[in-house]
């Protein structure tokens, strides 16, 4: 993987529930208190979405948030 400055970074806007954001602030807390280091939001979105492409999906059977997250369950 290319180094951090190597890489064009571009600035997203997303919305998510109320609900998301805790989770991903609980991560942030359980894995600065339990490892000492604190990821931010952006590495954790960026770490999920890096994390995708050794998911097999079957791209024929995603037709809503649903069953995208039926795939991603698998």
Same mark, same amino acid.
């Given at each position: 993987?290319? /180094?951090?400055?190597?890489? *064009?970074?571009?600035? =997203? !806007?997303?919305? &998510? +529930? =109320? =609900? @998301?954001?805790?989770?991903? =602030?609980?991560?942030?807390? @359980?894995?600065? *208190?339990?490892?000492? +280091? *604190? &990821?931010?939001? /952006? %590495?954790?979105?960026? $770490? &999920?979405?890096? $994390?995708? %492409?050794?998911? *097999?999906?079957? +791209?024929?059977?995603? !037709? $809503?948030?649903? !069953?995208?997250?039926? %795939?991603? /369950?698998?």
């Amino acid at each position: 993987m290319a /180094s951090r400055e190597a890489k *064009k970074y571009r600035r =997203e !806007t997303f919305i &998510l +529930f =109320e =609900e @998301h954001v805790e989770i991903i =602030e609980d991560l942030i807390y @359980h894995i600065r *208190k339990k490892a000492n +280091f *604190k &990821l931010n939001k /952006s %590495q954790i979105i960026r $770490s &999920l979405i890096n $994390s995708l %492409q050794y998911k *097999k999906l079957d +791209f024929n059977k995603i !037709t $809503s948030e649903e !069953t995208f997250f039926e %795939q991603l /369950s698998k």
